[in-house]
């Protein structure tokens, strides 16, 4: 498939292997060095996978590929190993992870000088690929920190002078849709627009999951050969996360009316129907705990909101934004811990087998969505107790 039309992290992914595939079927070379820069995990599995097929046999992969880290090996160490040929394998690859150290404070000049020593005169029967993964690179390349734009331009005059530079930029959501699209299609499938759009927006363009989930789409529709917006909100647990985000949002608006509705659209949609209760009322629990936690620790932009919450405990990137704008309406600890306690009463009454499930609920989200009660403060309460 043509890159052209693409982005530039899949443009720039597009490009290596390329180059891999052409240099391991002999008609083409490769430099004896390359940097993959940016986070983007999906298109360094895509380049490291184009790597290892080119050169890398599986009958002799213990003997010629070689995974490094320099916060546990020398920049020196890794270069006698590249200068050093193997005598079990004609050709080495070897993947040097966390390079970060390289770039932090301190002059680094021997390591420069050795870098620039060897890649002088590297060995033909070697590759070097660094990794460069404390960098983000946004689709829009413009837009990129100036933190991660200052690193990026280190790389670029160090070791992008002897090596090339593949930028693993993040990617948009419009090259999300087109690459499920495509993909979707060498299986003989056709992903509808709106179904491909759900997708993404529902993964936040994360392409590791949007891959994962697509795998899951593509098995789940086999043999019918095309995955609708039904088969997307069947199967893909964000996007019916989607709906309970929007009820939430309601509820911390104090918008009865519109939480009421939100919560039997949510009811008439699922196939259990009433029995998925128990379900919606976990969800919202997470939710609510999730508040909680983004309130107390004070939690004011989406980058900080995975440094508060642990792995586990997230929720999908496209719901940070929204969740914070919603815990930040309320306006003390008491109030989302009321809320808690709503929902474990609801979670309670659920589990004793009510007659109307969908009352509980209806009764748990009205509660929600009003204004709190003002407790009574203690000296009342006192003075209550004396009167009786």
């Known amino acids: 498939m043509s890159t052209a039309r693409w982005g530039a992290g899949f443009s720039a992914v597009g490009r290596f292997v390329s ?12 430099q004896p060095g390359y940097v993959l820069a940016g986070d983007e995990i999906f298109l360094y599995e895509k380049c490291r996978a184009a790597v290892l097929k080119a050169f890398v046999p599986n009958e002799l992969r213990d003997f010629c590929l070689s995974d490094l ?28 992870r966390n390079i970060r150290p390289l770039y932090t404070r301190g002059a680094k000049k021997e390591e420069f000088a050795a870098l620039e020593r060897y890649f002088k005169s590297p060995n033909p029967q070697a590759l070097l690929i660094f990794v460069a993964d404390f960098i983000r690179i946004p689709s829009d390349t413009r837009r990129m920190e100036m933190d991660d734009k200052n690193r990026f331009d280190r790389i670029r005059e160090t070791l992008g002078e002897y090596c090339g530079v593949v930028e693993l930029a993040r990617v948009n959501e419009e090259d999300a849709m087109r690459w499920a699209v495509a993909t979707a ?41 095309r995955i609708t917006l039904g088969d997307v ?6 996007a019916k996360q989607r709906s309970l ?5 309601a509820i911390s608006s104090r918008n009865r009316a519109r939480a009421l509705a939100l919560l039997h659209g949510l009811l008439n949609s699922s196939d259990a129907g009433e029995d998925a209760a128990i379900g919606h009322l976990y969800m919202l629990a997470r939710t609510f ?21 642990w792995q586990g405990f997230r929720m999908p990137p496209f719901a940070a934004d929204d969740l914070i704008r919603q815990a930040r309406r309320y306006k003390s600890r008491r109030e989302l811990t009321r809320a808690l306690r709503l929902i474990a009463r609801a979670d309670l009454e659920l589990r004793s ?36």
Request: glycine share 6%.
């Open 19 to 30: 180059e891999m595939e052409a240099a391991g079927s002999g008609s083409g070379s490769v």
């Open 69 to 96: 880290d320099l916060s546990s090996t020398s920049i020196f160490e890794v270069l006698d190993r590249a200068q050093t040929p193997s005598l079990m394998a004609p050709f080495q690859v070897i993947f040097v």
């Open 185 to 225: 299609q060498q299986q003989e499938t056709k992903l509808e627009t709106d179904a491909a759009r759900e997708l993404v927006d529902a993964l936040g363009a994360d392409m590791m999951l949007i891959s994962s989930e697509l795998e899951k789409l593509l098995l789940y529709t086999l043999g019918r050969g």
């Open 233 to 238: 909100e069947t199967m893909v647990l964000g």
């Open 245 to 249: 985000y929007e009820l939430t949002d």
């Open 289 to 309: 705990r999730q508040m909680l936690v983004i309130l107390e620790k004070n939690v004011r932009d989406s980058r900080a909101i995975w440094q508060a919450l």
């Open 353 to 388: 087998s009510p007659p109307d499930k969908r009352l509980v609920l209806e009764r748990l989200v009205y509660e929600l969505a009003g204004e709190p009660k003002p407790e009574a403060p203690l000296w009342a309460s006192t003075q209550l107790s004396f009167e009786v």
